[in-house]
T-cell receptor, first 114, second 111 residues
Framework: GAVVSQHPSWVICKSGTSVKIECRSLDFQATTMFWYRQFPKQSLMLMATSNEGSKATYEQGVEKDKFLINHASLTLSTLTVTSAHPEDSSFYIC??????????FGPGTRLTVL | QKEVEQDPGPLSVPEGAIVSLNCTYSNSAFQYFMWYRQYSRKGPELLMYTYSSGNKEDGRFTAQVDKSSKYISLFIRDSQPSDSATYLCAMSANQGGKLIFGQGTELSVKP
C-alpha cells in the first residue's frame, strides 16, 4: 500500500515554456500533498504544502506565481513550472499523506530546461 | 544551527558489517521520526516510522529514538551492496505534517 506516482519521470523543455508535473496517490486518499525540489548531493527542500480543495501554502522564497500548485482531488496534485528557465532545472518530488500516517514519496521528476 | 543535523558521509563499509546512522535535533516538539532510503535519481522510500521514544525493528533494520538526548539512530545488520544509497532522517511535530530532513548520509557497502 501507500503508493505515489509521478508523471512524467523526465522532461526536457525550452526556456520560457511551462511544464506540468502530476502526482497521484494510487491506493489511498491524500488529504495533504507536498512538493519538494532536490539538487544533486543535497537534501529535499520543501516548496509548498497543499490540502485538497484549498490554496497551497508556499515556503519562504518560493514564488507562488512561478510554481503553480493545484490539488483538485484527494488523489491528484499538479505542479506547473511557468516560464521555465535553466535555473529551474532540478529533481522535483511530491509526497502524499493521508493524515493518519507519514508522507509517502513519488519517484520524482527530472526537469531539464534548455 | 540546523534543526536536524546528520553527518553526510560518505560512509563506506564492507559487506556484512553493521551500519550505524545517526541524527540529532534541537526541536523538542518533534514526536514522529522517520528514516528514508533514497537511491540515486529516485524518490525517498520509507524504511522506518517511529512515534516518540523507543526501539523498532523490521528485518535487518532497527530504529532507535532517544527524545531525552534528542538523538535518533538507524542500525542496519548484515549490510548488503544493495543497501548502498543515501539515508535521510526526517521528523515532524504532527502526524502526516511537515517534515524536517537531515542532510542525508551517503552509504556505500562494498562486496
Amino acid at each position: 500500500g501507500a503508493v505515489v506516482s509521478q508523471h512524467p519521470s523526465w522532461v526536457i523543455c525550452k526556456s520560457g515554456t511551462s511544464v506540468k508535473i502530476e502526482c497521484r496517490s494510487l491506493d489511498f486518499q491524500a488529504t495533504t500533498m507536498f512538493w519538494y525540489r532536490q539538487f544533486p548531493k543535497q537534501s529535499l527542500m520543501l516548496m509548498a504544502t497543499s490540502n485538497e480543495g484549498s490554496k497551497a501554502t508556499y515556503e519562504q522564497g518560493v514564488e507562488k506565481d512561478k510554481f503553480l500548485i493545484n490539488h483538485a482531488s484527494l488523489t491528484l496534485s499538479t505542479l506547473t513550472v511557468t516560464s521555465a528557465h535553466p535555473e529551474d532545472s532540478s529533481f522535483y518530488i511530491c509526497s502524499a499523506s493521508g493524515g493518519t500516517d507519514t508522507q509517502y514519496f513519488g519517484p520524482g521528476t527530472r526537469l531539464t530546461v534548455l | 544551527q540546523k534543526e536536524v543535523e546528520q553527518d553526510p558521509g560518505p560512509l563506506s563499509v564492507p559487506e556484512g558489517a553493521i551500519v550505524s546512522l545517526n541524527c540529532t535535533y534541537s526541536n523538542s516538539a518533534f514526536q514522529y521520526f522517520m528514516w528514508y532510503r533514497q537511491y540515486s535519481r529516485k524518490g525517498p522510500e520509507l524504511l522506518m516510522y517511529t512515534y516518540s521514544s523507543g526501539n523498532k525493528e523490521d528485518g535487518r533494520f532497527t530504529a532507535q529514538v532517544d527524545k531525552s538526548s534528542k538523538y535518533i539512530s538507524l542500525f542496519i545488520r548484515d549490510s548488503q551492496p544493495s543497501d548502498s544509497a543515501t539515508y535521510l532522517c526526517a521528523m515532524s511535530a504532527n502526524q502526516g505534517g511537515k517534515l524536517i530532513f537531515g542532510q542525508g548520509t551517503e552509504l556505500s557497502v562494498k562486496p
